[in-house]
C-alpha cells in the first residue's frame, strides 16, 4: 500500500527545464517499482519512465531518451523526472505510479497496467 503525490508542475517555454516529484508513503516504498506517465489534452496515457526499486533499472520512451531522467531516492520516498530540453509536445498531465515488486530489485514495468497505485498527477504546459 502506498500514496502517492506529484508535484513540480506548471507553465514553461520551449527549451526550458523542469523537475518533477513524487512523495509516497507506505511502509515498504524500497519495494515498489516507480513510473512515470503522462496523458496530453486529448489523448491516452503513455509510458514516459521506470525505475526499480533498486533504481539499478531504467527504461524510457523513446520520445523522451536522452531529455528525460528518472531517479529515486527510497530514503526520501520519492521519485522524480528531469525534464530537459522540453517540447510543447510533451504538454500533459504526468503521473507516477506504483507497483509492488515481491522484493525484485531490479524489476521495472513499462505498461500502466503492471501498475495499481497512482498518483493524481500534475500538469506541465510547455509554450512555443
Known amino acids: 500500500q502506498v500514496q502517492l503525490v506529484e508535484s513540480g508542475g506548471g507553465l514553461v517555454q520551449a527549451g526550458d527545464s523542469l523537475r518533477l516529484s513524487c512523495a509516497a508513503s507506505g511502509r515498504t516504498f524500497r519495494s515498489y517499482a516507480m513510473g512515470w506517465f503522462r496523458q496530453p489534452t486529448g489523448k491516452e496515457r503513455e509510458f514516459v519512465a521506470a525505475?526499480?526499486?533498486?533504481?539499478?533499472?531504467?527504461a524510457y520512451a523513446d520520445s523522451v531518451k536522452g531529455r528525460f531522467t528518472i531517479s529515486r531516492d527510497n530514503a526520501k520516498k520519492s521519485i522524480y523526472l528531469q525534464m530537459n530540453s522540453l517540447r510543447p509536445e510533451d504538454t500533459a498531465v504526468y503521473y507516477c505510479a506504483a507497483r509492488f515488486t515481491y522484493g525484485r530489485p531490479t524489476h521495472y514495468y513499462t505498461g500502466g497496467n503492471d501498475y495499481n497505485y497512482w498518483g493524481q498527477g500534475t500538469q506541465v504546459t510547455v509554450s512555443s
Open positions: 525505475i526499480s526499486w533498486s533504481g539499478g533499472s531504467t
